[in-house]
């Protein structure tokens, strides 16, 4: 075990080094500039960066920002975090969707070409709004999928608390998670009692660190900030965005980047939005949203379907930039085709599963794959404007399901099965 455990390690590290060739160099924003709410210069002692965790309620990542705070009050400096945390957490993601792959040579070398020409092009077209925070969707999630795999392998209880770990700080890392948190541990908890030998420690192990991180926190923000739900007070705002053309009156409320500047110039400081102001006021936008959409619920579900297309699309424009070349033309086309591989796995092997009797989502390579497909509706719905940054997020999880697409082609890597949803 211990060769193997020593071989697996190589392995992700000499893959991750792939990876790094493409993406090194690239530079990403940290999460405590977010909508540069934040005056960093304020920050001195532990004590300052406690208080600033009993007051956050808005779009910053929690976790990460807490330990990017800690190490700027010990450096007064974040190139940690901004350049070379970023480009690892990149290629450990891509390292880990040709990991996840049946262990067929030609298969894993295929998804690594490919994974190469995505990282490649996809960290130029992230430059258009490069949180820090996106790459780790990926990374979580993936690492998330391993770790219940090595549970199945070899019972272990640290194993599911380390994927307990991994879901709890994905769900705190990009707020719509709190959707699928529920779906996420009604999975494992009917996989656990399916097949665990000793299901209260297993379900012990799983969920004490999800209810310690992610319902901690969540605990906290509805004591703490209006019985707010959701670790965002601004969703109403991103929504706005994406519904801003199904209705004049949705268009026409106030923007959240209209709000007043506290301070103006290089040393751009935006209003605080860890308010109860900004809250009601994207709790009446999503309100106003819902309300429309419930009036028209046919010229509704048109305008998710244009959504959805949009994002099927690949733009890659973000703001001032937008990226060009033969290079991009064929990342978009790549894109595209991983969406509708996506979607048509996910159906076909919901299909097959149920047909031969089984749960689909106790096989994690559908489960994987509908996930995915369910975090694209969620951020289609919910945003606009930034499609290649959550295209960016999720970019090793398409091409971790594009892997498994081929490999149930018949004969595919010297697959020799037919089977559309290989366990």
């Known amino acids: 075990m211990g060769i193997d455990r020593c071989g697996n390690v190589a392995r992700l590290l000499l893959i991750c080094a792939v990876f790094l060739v493409p993406v090194w160099g690239y530079t990403a924003t ?4 977010w909508m540069r709410t934040l005056d960093l210069e304020t920050f001195r002692t532990a004590a300052d960066v406690r208080d600033y965790l009993a007051g956050l309620r808005t779009g910053i990542p929690p976790v990460l920002s807490t330990l990017e705070l800690l190490w700027w009050i010990n450096f007064r400096d974040l190139t940690l975090f901004s350049k070379i945390l970023y480009p690892l957490t990149v290629a450990s993601a891509f390292a880990l969707a040709v990991l996840i792959q049946p262990e067929r040579l030609r298969l894993r070398a295929a998804v690594l070409i490919l994974g190469l ?6 960290v130029a077209v ?9 790459p780790l969707f990926a990374l979580l999630t993936l690492g998330y999928f391993l770790l219940v795999r090595a549970w199945l392998r070899d019972r272990r209880p640290g194993r599911l608390a380390a994927a307990g770990l991994c879901l709890s700080l994905l769900e705190l890392t990009r707020p719509f998670m709190i ?3 529920p779906l996420f541990l009604a999975v494992e908890t009917h ?14 192990a799983f969920f004490i660190p999800v209810a310690i991180l992610s319902g901690g926190w969540h605990l906290h923000v509805w004591l703490a900030h209006d019985h707010q739900i959701t670790w965002t007070n601004v969703s109403g705002f991103n929504l706005q965005r994406a519904w801003e053309d199904f209705d004049p009156d949705i268009r026409a409320a106030r923007r959240l980047e209209e709000l007043p500047r506290v301070r103006e110039g290089a040393d751009e400081l935006w209003a605080d939005l860890n308010t109860s102001e900004v809250y009601r006021e994207s709790e009446a936008l999503k309100s106003l949203i819902v309300a429309r959409i419930l009036g028209e619920p046919v010229r509704a579900a048109g305008h998710i379907l244009d959504r959805l297309a949009v994002f099927a699309s690949a733009p890659t424009r973000m703001y001032d930039r937008d990226p060009q070349g033969i290079g991009i033309l064929a990342y978009r086309a790549v894109v595209t085709v991983l969406l509708l591989t996506l979607a048509g796995y996910a159906a076909i092997g919901a299909a ?4 031969r009797g089984c749960w689909p989502w106790l096989d994690q390579r559908w489960w994987l794959a509908a996930s995915t497909l369910l975090v694209v509706i969620l951020v289609s719905v919910g945003e606009r404007g930034e499609e290649g940054r959550f295209i960016f997020s999720i970019l090793p999880m398409l091409l971790a399901v594009g892997g498994f697409a081929l490999a149930s082609v018949p004969n595919s890597g010297g697959a020799g099965t037919s089977r559309p949803v290989p366990r």
């Not at 992230?126 to 996106?134: E, I, M, R, V």
């Not at 996989?191 to 012990?204: D, H, K, S, V, W």
């Open 126 to 134: 992230h430059a258009g709004n490069p949180a820090n925070y996106d």
């Open 117 to 122: 020409f995505l990282a490649h092009r996809g």
């Open 179 to 181: 959707f699928l948190l």
């Open 191 to 204: 996989r656990i009692a399916r097949t665990a030998p000793g299901r209260a420690g297993a379900l012990a």
């Open 352 to 355: 097959v599963l149920i047909r």
């Open 30 to 33: 940290s999460a405590v500039t």
